[in-house]
């Protein structure tokens, strides 16, 4: 019982932490990761891994928000799943193996079903994600638990947060280059990790506002007419222009088309967030909008 009150008590400590400076603690905990996995790289690289353990993390946010109820006050410890990731780092080292992360080719249902079931214990070059990925069920588990008290809930939601980031996030379901084993081929004219960067750029501002599309819609059922005006139409118009800027160069295809919209829609919401002195809605739209800019400049 000691060692439960003991876990409450801090569990509660550090969700007193504001939930953005949650997310800047997580963001310099993957970064680091990055860099030392890495080393030296491009930048695309480097926005590319950080918004892919951007969308893990918020696969966990939407479970734990929408099957545990969990309040946002109490997402802030979710931060805590940074340090999981350099579980594999130090195992690799532990275990005199060099290991960088890579997407799995799924070749076959058995094959994705026998990945995720085993947790990657087996495979042929992942099998240093498999304590991380171990820990983090564990984990998620013993923190839904404690935030819920409720056992059979806090086992699906670890279940459910842990697989379904494991399914859509690592698995190459799709890429640019028709040399990398895939699942799927889509041409693009961007580079193989521009292409790659937006695309999960993109994802966590999508999933960010199914997280918090709770939050969302109060705000625009609480707008004016206007106000639903500015949300809206410079955000189209923003997609528009930034179609037609490409469709002006042969060398850009279907794909670009999605993969600039969400960019470009963001750029136009940090604008009007700005304007409207909405803070809370800005740093989301704005972090995206930055990011593309400084992958597609780079």
């Not at 983090?136 to 008290?149: D, E, K, N, R, V």
């Not at 379901?173 to 041409?187: M, T």
Request: proline share 4%; hydrophobic share 55%.
């Amino acid at each position: 019982m000691k060692i439960a009150e003991f876990f409450k008590r801090t569990v509660a400590k550090i969700n007193t932490l504001p939930l953005l400076a949650a997310f800047f603690c997580y963001q310099i905990l993957i970064l680091i990761r990055i860099t030392v996995e890495m080393g030296e790289s491009m930048v695309a690289i480097y926005t590319m891994q950080l918004s892919w353990f951007n969308c893990v993390m918020m696969f966990f946010v939407i479970n734990f928000k929408y099957l545990l109820k969990v309040k946002n006050k109490d997402l802030p410890v979710l931060a805590l799943g940074g340090f999981l990731t350099y579980i594999p780092l130090l195992y690799s080292v532990f275990v005199g193996h060099k290991w960088h992360l890579n997407f799995i080719n799924p070749v076959s249902p058995m094959q994705v079903l026998g990945n995720m079931a085993t947790l990657l214990a087996s495979h042929e070059y992942n099998w240093p994600m498999f304590p991380e990925l171990l820990m983090l069920l564990i984990g998620s588990f013993a923190l839904a638990l404690i935030l819920s008290g409720n056992l059979i809930k806090s086992a699906l939601t670890a279940a459910l947060s842990l697989y379904s980031s494991f399914f859509c996030l690592g698995f190459s379901w799709f890429a640019v280059n028709p040399d990398h084993p895939s699942f799927s081929h889509l041409p693009s004219g961007f580079a193989d990790h521009i292409a790659y960067s937006l695309y999960y750029i993109s994802l966590f501002a999508l999933l960010t506002a199914i997280a918090f599309a709770g939050e969302i819609t109060g705000f625009i059922k609480q707008s004016d007419k206007k106000t639903r005006f500015f949300l809206f139409v410079p955000s189209a118009a923003a997609i528009v222009l930034a179609e037609i800027f490409l469709s002006r160069s042969n060398n850009f295809f279907a794909l670009d088309y999605i993969l600039i919209s969400i960019p470009a829609a963001a750029a136009a919401l940090s604008v009007f967030f700005a304007a409207e002195r909405e803070w809370k809605f800005l740093f989301i739209p704005l972090w995206t909008a930055v990011l593309s800019l400084v992958v597609i400049l780079k």
